[in-house]
């Protein structure tokens, strides 16, 4: 049954993407400000020393525009997670994000894979699909309105530009969509009304009694209702003849 807690407003919801964007924006900063290159710490592919970028690279950009063009997706997705799946947001996060640099490892080109955008496409795979999987009308509104919104990405994780990081992409798309069949618990589940239980009899519904086998209507009056059911017992006692006497 679904209940008020499925989809409750919290600071978090807000907070949380916020402090990510933050982060990641505190680091060009730093990067600019004070003349530091972080690319070589970027998922390098098929390299030891390039396992490292698995946890620096979403954290790292190019330049203004990729980090410009990164954090409105990530903070408007966040939020929806942290929001539609309050019971699984940190974990899908987390792990969606470690996975897919994994991933990007194996697959990626020999180069230095850096941004957020893997854990975007992570993102976006996973709150597509598991609303489709879940059925519940709320979440699959929410897929609905991601994918109207950010499915021209799905593009970009073909090689359609040699600058863009599209193997980073398909990786968090792929790691999404698993993740998206693989969380099952903590999920809304979709409320059911009694008469979609299977212990529903339909001779014990009070609203159904009022129409026969045919479906033709039945009038009951209300005192019909009222004493449907009501047995009547008289108890004679002989002492109360003798006081009316």
């Given at each position: 049954m679904e209940g008020n807690s499925d989809f409750r407003f919290s600071t978090g919801v807000i907070g949380y993407p916020l402090l990510f964007v933050l982060v990641i924006w505190v680091v060009f900063w730093f990067e600019v400000r004070f003349g530091f290159d972080f690319n070589s710490y970027g998922i390098y592919p098929r390299t030891l020393i390039g396992v490292r970028g698995v946890l620096f690279s979403p954290f790292i950009h190019g330049d203004l525009s990729h980090l410009w063009h990164n954090t409105l997706?990530?903070?408007?997705?966040?939020?929806?997670?942290?929001?539609?799946?309050?019971?699984?947001?940190?974990?899908?996060?987390?792990?969606?994000?470690?996975?897919?640099?994994?991933?990007?490892?194996?697959?990626g080109?020999?180069?230095?894979?850096?941004?957020?955008?893997?854990?975007?496409?992570?993102?976006?795979?996973?709150?597509?699909?598991?609303?489709?999987?879940?059925?519940?009308?709320?979440?699959?509104?929410?897929?609905?309105?991601?994918?109207?919104?950010?499915?021209?990405?799905?593009?970009?994780?073909?090689?359609?530009?040699?600058?863009?990081?599209?193997?980073?992409?398909?990786?968090?798309?792929?790691?999404?969509?698993?993740?998206?069949?693989?969380?099952k618990k903590g999920i809304a589940k979709q409320k059911k009304y009694h008469w979609e239980t299977k212990d529903f009899n339909?001779?014990?519904d009070a609203f159904l009694k009022h129409f026969d086998e045919n479906g033709n209507f039945i009038e009951v009056l209300p005192d019909q209702e009222l004493n449907e059911g009501i047995e009547i017992m008289y108890e004679y006692n002989p002492k109360d003849e003798k006081k009316s006497d």
């Open positions: 997706p990530l903070l408007i997705l966040s939020m929806a997670l942290f929001f539609f799946y309050p019971k699984n947001s940190w974990r899908v996060l987390l792990y969606g994000a470690i996975f897919t640099g994994v991933l990007t490892w194996f697959l080109r020999s180069a230095n894979h850096i941004g957020v955008s893997g854990v975007i496409y992570m993102l976006f795979g996973f709150l597509f699909f598991k609303g489709i999987v879940a059925k519940h009308f709320r979440l699959i509104a929410l897929s609905f309105v991601v994918v109207f919104i950010y499915g021209s990405m799905i593009w970009y994780t073909l090689p359609v530009d040699p600058k863009i990081s599209w193997e980073g992409h398909l990786s968090g798309l792929i790691v999404g969509v698993l993740l998206a069949f693989i969380v339909p001779e014990d």
